[in-house]
């Protein structure tokens, strides 16, 4: 862990907040939202990437990091359903405007 860590810390210095993206995974149970509605998704971490490297394959390559991270992090939430989790990515560091529901946050 100490040296994803460090890796991660490495990119970020160099790339700034413009490799880093947030990564949400959407809860599978049904009517999990507040009033019954499916719309939940859970803040999992960051990945950070290389310049080059679009978010959705720095995603495919860490997928099965991901989902097992997120299973571990929610366990009740998330924990039947590895390999079958809905993984999401956002801007970096825009976890505050998502929690907030701002519809600008993709």
């Not at 499916?38 to 310049?51: H, L, M, N, P, Y």
């Not at 490297?53 to 992090?73: F, K, M, Q, S, Y």
């Not at 809905?86 to 519809?103: C, F, K, L, S």
Request: aromatic share 6%.
């Amino acid at each position: 862990i100490l040296a994803q860590l460090r890796t991660y810390n490495r990119i970020r210095d160099v790339g700034g907040p413009a490799c880093v993206s947030d990564i949400y995974v959407k809860d599978p149970n049904p009517g999990a939202a507040p009033g019954g509605g499916d719309r939940v998704f859970w803040f999992v971490g960051k990945a950070a990437r290389c310049s080059g490297v679009t978010p959705g394959a720095a995603v495919a390559r860490l997928r099965n990091l991901i989902e097992e991270h997120a299973t571990r992090v929610r366990p009740v939430e998330l924990g039947r359903h590895f390999g079958g989790l809905e993984v999401y990515v956002a801007p970096g560091d825009t976890e505050a405007r998502a929690a907030g529901d701002d519809p600008s946050v993709r």
